[in-house]
């Protein structure tokens, strides 16, 4: 007969009943919660009363509605709109002073570039237009993405004088916020009409604090048709500059978005392309979403996140889910760089640092390209500490695939001022290779070949302006041959490494 053992919490050390106690709390804290299935990051009370808040009016002269004022802790599950083409959507969450949403009504919902409502229906939104073309009215607007309040949410829709604001809210109200997910819905909008020309890039979003990614849609209207609209380099996300540097990049458009080879209108839960016009190898208008659902981006403490650009016209909507009051730490980076390049070195480490380019001093103007070329020389100011190079020199060498990018080498260059002499912890992230000089002495060849990696190097600084300079390169090898940027900051001496 087996013997069952039980210990009186009284007799267990303090230190393993606390231990017992918190995890006691959260098998509980799972048991009583429920993913989103729009947002599986989002956990919600699995127990809750539902509700519906309808509303049926016109916009008045000051031209703004609220459609619904809810007190919490609740979610929002579900929201269908009737509402005219110029309609804007602000939704306030937990009395803050600024709204997490302030965007126009149509591209937050996937319509992009003002054109005429078209099908979507995808895990964070369906929109339904009328059955014929010519019928009265607007399409169903139908929102699936979770909208957690602890105090309170209001949801108010603006516009013209006199045009009506229609909406359906199914909520859930729960009994306390033990269990409510920390994250609330934000929503941020771009349009460039034209976007930057080839080689910049158009910023979808700049976030600080703690959160997650949930998705993206992109609206794209040809106007450069020297290439294919798709060949921009894609997406790039930098991640954590303050805490743990990472990041990711795209391939192209049309990759990111889990396509090939152009527009297909074909729409997925995760990922689709409701609209798409194509006149051309050359002529071509669409519009992407993309859902991270099983896939999240989180960041700790920052993203950075933006798609490459060739001079057209782009408009975007990013949804993510921020901790409200999170912030950035403050961190001591170089603001201002130059960077110059491309040097073809191959993919041979003896090449790699052999070529040291400090025969005077002058490390520039002492530079040529082979052929003649000139190289790219540029001023860089640093984002959240990042540098990213390889929007810089796609310009040049912008194939679909710019592999005359890859097994070059480039530098950059920026001063570091100190009050006094003292030693500093250089922290430097880097893919590939790297050569990194302190006031013309080299401290470090670093030969990284698995991703972007992080190290500390003790570093002498001199009282007054020192200069640091890096020389790094862009390999051909896996995980991040399209990934070249670097991150740099200055800590106190005895930080340690990740």
């Known amino acids: 007969m087996p013997v069952q053992l039980v ?15 918190l995890m006691a709390g959260f098998i509980e804290t799972l048991a009583n919660t429920i993913s989103d299935p729009a947002v599986p990051m989002i956990q919600l009370p699995s127990k809750f009363r539902s509700h519906r808040s309808n509303s049926d009016q016109r916009i008045p002269q000051s031209g703004s ?30 009395n803050a002073p ?37 019928m009265p009215g607007t399409p169903g607007y139908n929102l699936y993405l979770p909208i957690p309040f602890s105090e309170s949410c209001r949801v108010t829709l603006r516009g013209p004088k006199g045009q009506r604001a229609v909406a359906m809210i199914d909520w859930h109200a729960y009994k306390n916020a033990d269990s409510l997910t920390p994250y609330r819905l934000h929503a941020t909008h771009r349009m460039a009409k034209p976007a930057a020309k080839r080689g910049s890039y158009l910023e979808l979003g700049n976030f600080e604090g703690e959160g997650f990614l949930a998705g993206v849609a992109v609206g794209y209207m040809q106007r450069n048709h020297s290439d294919m609209v798709f060949h921009t380099g894609g997406m790039t996300m930098l991640m954590d500059g303050e805490t743990h540097p990472h990041a990711i990049r795209g391939h192209n458009v049309e990759d990111d978005f889990g396509f090939t080879w152009g527009f297909n209108e074909r729409q997925t839960r995760w990922a ?53 009051e999170s912030a950035s730490a403050n961190i001591q980076m170089p603001l201002e760089w130059q960077v110059a390049g491309l040097w073809p070195e191959g993919d041979q480490w003896e090449n790699f640092i052999e ?38 020199f796609f ?7 710019p592999l005359t990018v890859l097994n070059h080498s480039a530098y950059a260059q920026t ?29 470090a060849a670093l030969k990284h070949e698995a991703g972007l990696e992080t190290i500390r190097l003790p570093i002498q600084l001199r009282k007054g302006n020192n200069k640091l300079l890096i020389k ?27």
């Open 355 to 392: 070529k040291d380019p400090l025969p005077d001093g002058s490390w520039m103007e002492s530079m040529s390209l082979a052929g003649g070329e000139e190289p790219i020389i540029a001023q860089l100011s640093s984002e959240r500490g990042w540098i990213d190079l390889q929007y810089l």
């Open 65 to 94: 509605v609220d459609i619904a004022e809810l007190k919490g802790p609740g979610s929002i599950r579900h929201i269908w709109f009737l509402a005219g083409d110029d309609t804007h959507l602000v939704i306030h969450v937990d």
């Open 472 to 498: 790094t390169n862009n390999t051909d090898t896996p995980p991040n041959k399209r990934h070249w940027a670097f991150h740099v900051t200055i800590e106190k001496e005895g930080a340690k490494n990740e």
């Open 272 to 324: 689709g392309c409701p609209y798409q016009v194509n006149r051309g190898r050359l002529d071509q208008d669409g519009v992407f979403y993309r859902f991270f659902g099983p896939d999240p981006i989180y960041f700790e403490s920052s993203l950075i996140f933006r798609t490459g650009a060739r001079g057209d016209d782009m408009e975007s909507m990013v949804y993510s889910y921020h901790i409200p």
């Open 98 to 134: 600024e709204p997490q949403i302030d965007v126009p009504l149509k591209p937050f919902f996937g319509i992009m570039h003002g054109l005429d409502p078209y099908v979507i229906d995808c895990a964070a939104y369906a929109v339904l237009p009328n059955p014929l073309p010519g």
């Open 415 to 443: 001063t570091l001022p100190s009050d006094r002499d003292k030693t500093v912890n250089l922290r430097l992230s880097i893919d590939d290779w790297a050569i990194i000089w302190v006031n013309d002495e080299k401290v």
């Open 7 to 21: 210990i009186p919490f009284s007799v267990l050390p303090s230190s393993v009943l606390s231990i017992y106690l």
């Open 395 to 401: 310009e040049r060498h912008h194939a679909a695939t």
